[in-house]
């Protein structure tokens, strides 16, 4: 099992046919486990699920065809909102950690 130390070691640049672009990122595991539970809470808070309701595990796995994914924007935008509405979703010491998660990556991808 890797480290949460090592570096990302792998990206991949894809195109949709809708015209999208995003680039899909490898992880730790420990990294992929606290964005899912992230990913997972924020789409059941009434504040931050998705505005048309829509479920990203079952979107990705049912329309997309890909398995384990985490869709960046939405947990990133969980940097954006206040600190309050961060402490209804997670404790204190996990919200270090996904911050500390989120920065990383985001580092890495510049």
């Known amino acids: 099992m890797k480290q949460e130390?090592?570096?990302?070691?792998?990206n991949l640049v894809f195109a949709s046919m809708n015209g999208s672009i995003g680039v899909a990122v490898s992880i730790t595991r420990e990294q992929y486990d606290r964005l899912f539970m992230l990913q997972t809470k924020m789409e059941n808070n009434s504040i931050t699920r998705p505005l048309l309701g829509n479920q990203l595990q079952s979107y990705r796995?049912?329309?997309?065809?890909?398995k384990n994914v985490i869709d960046g924007d939405f947990?990133?935008?969980?940097?954006?909102?206040?600190?309050?509405?961060?402490?209804?979703?997670?404790?204190v010491d996990s919200i270090?950690?996904?911050?500390?998660?989120?920065e990383s990556i985001h580092q890495?991808?510049?």
């Open 61 to 66: 796995s049912e329309m997309q065809g890909w």
């Open 75 to 91: 947990v990133s935008s969980f940097l954006e909102i206040p600190r309050i509405i961060q402490q209804q979703i997670l404790d």
């Open 96 to 102: 270090a950690k996904i911050i500390g998660d989120l």
């Open 108 to 110: 890495r991808l510049k």
């Open 5 to 10: 130390s090592e570096n990302i070691t792998s």
